[in-house]
């Protein structure tokens, strides 16, 4: 592995990029980022390589154009009231960006508890639609801070379902489930290995694999040679610092 951190991008910027290779070619579905490098990252591919993806404004409205982060939307398509969103789910025509409080090496997220559920230490968003979302479309994940703490042998109780669980329940569970990757602010990961699990896919430019080990809190299969992220182009720079987020809020997620 060679190469030298661009100068001219951010940490924040190189995991914009990584989030927005995850819809990369998807079609005509629906994207649902969750977070503020998500929210960008799904941006900036409907402006570049996918631009046929369908995105919200977080609420129930489909938008034809692609604001600002923050910004209300100038064009209004259509009209997704939350029935229709749980009815488009299980079609499969969604490709969703959570994030986790816990992931293990299989891919089952943690957004609920923290300890026993019975007395959890720290009570946290609970459940929600993660089973629902992970079972019937892909689910990626966001960690803006890549720590052991994060990355788990165990998650104290499974929101989003990984591999293992999915192949225990059966071809019901398997049918629609996909994890396609997971980005933090070390590099991007997946799952594709013979027994589905977590696999250091890319390194952010100045990120060591050493470092990823340290922070990851299982044993992570690592490629002999692990390739960096692909570096943003002058042009998607440009879609972001001055298009997408001029506020700059890719940088408080993720501060240089």
Same mark, same amino acid.
């Given at each position: 592995m060679s190469?030298t951190e661009?100068?001219?991008?951010?940490?924040?910027?190189?995991?914009?990029?990584?989030?927005a290779?995850?819809?990369? *070619?998807? =079609?005509?579905?629906?994207? !649902?980022?969750m #977070? +503020?490098?998500?929210?960008?990252?799904?941006r900036?591919?409907?402006l +570049?390589?996918s631009? %046929?993806?369908?995105?919200?404004?977080?609420?129930?409205?489909l938008?034809? *154009?692609?604001?600002?982060i923050?910004?209300?939307? #100038?064009?209004v398509e259509?009209?997704l009231p939350?029935r229709?969103?749980l009815?488009?789910?299980?079609? =499969?025509r969604r490709?969703v960006?959570?994030?986790a !409080?816990?992931?293990d090496?299989?891919g089952?997220q943690?957004? !609920?508890c923290i #300890? %026993?559920?019975?007395?959890?230490?720290?009570?946290l968003? #609970?459940v929600r =639609?993660?089973p629902?979302?992970?079972?019937?479309?892909?689910?990626?994940?966001w960690?803006p801070k890549?720590?052991?703490?994060?990355?788990?042998?165990?998650v104290d109780?499974?929101?989003g &379902? =990984?591999?293992?669980?999915?192949?225990a329940?059966g071809?019901?569970?398997?049918?629609y489930h996909r994890?396609p990757?997971?980005?933090? %602010?070390?590099?991007?990961? *997946?799952?594709d290995?013979?027994?589905?699990?977590m696999?250091?896919?890319s390194?952010h430019?100045g990120?060591? &694999?050493?470092q990823?080990?340290?922070?990851?809190g299982?044993?992570?299969?690592?490629?002999d040679?692990?390739p960096?992220?692909?570096?943003p +182009?002058a *042009?998607e720079l440009?879609?972001i610092?001055?298009?997408? %987020?001029?506020?700059?809020?890719?940088?408080?997620? &993720?501060?240089?």
């Amino acid at each position: 592995m060679s190469g030298t951190e661009n100068p001219r991008a951010s940490r924040a910027e190189y995991c914009v990029v990584a989030c927005a290779e995850a819809w990369r *070619d998807a =079609g005509e579905i629906l994207a !649902s980022p969750m #977070g +503020t490098i998500p929210s960008i990252g799904a941006r900036l591919a409907k402006l +570049t390589f996918s631009p %046929d993806l369908l995105l919200t404004d977080g609420e129930a409205l489909l938008i034809g *154009d692609v604001p600002a982060i923050g910004a209300a939307p #100038g064009v209004v398509e259509g009209w997704l009231p939350y029935r229709q969103h749980l009815a488009l789910v299980t079609t =499969g025509r969604r490709h969703v960006m959570m994030g986790a !409080s816990q992931i293990d090496r299989y891919g089952n997220q943690n957004i !609920s508890c923290i #300890g %026993d559920w019975a007395r959890p230490k720290r009570q946290l968003l #609970g459940v929600r =639609g993660a089973p629902v979302n992970s079972l019937n479309n892909p689910t990626s994940y966001w960690v803006p801070k890549h720590s052991a703490r994060v990355f788990v042998e165990k998650v104290d109780m499974v929101s989003g &379902v =990984g591999y293992d669980r999915a192949a225990a329940a059966g071809p019901s569970a398997t049918r629609y489930h996909r994890v396609p990757e997971v980005v933090s %602010d070390l590099g991007v990961f *997946d799952f594709d290995t013979p027994d589905r699990t977590m696999r250091l896919r890319s390194l952010h430019p100045g990120v060591t &694999v050493e470092q990823v080990r340290e922070a990851t809190g299982f044993t992570l299969e690592v490629p002999d040679e692990v390739p960096y992220t692909r570096e943003p +182009t002058a *042009d998607e720079l440009r879609l972001i610092r001055t298009e997408i %987020d001029p506020k700059g809020l890719r940088e408080r997620e &993720v501060p240089s």
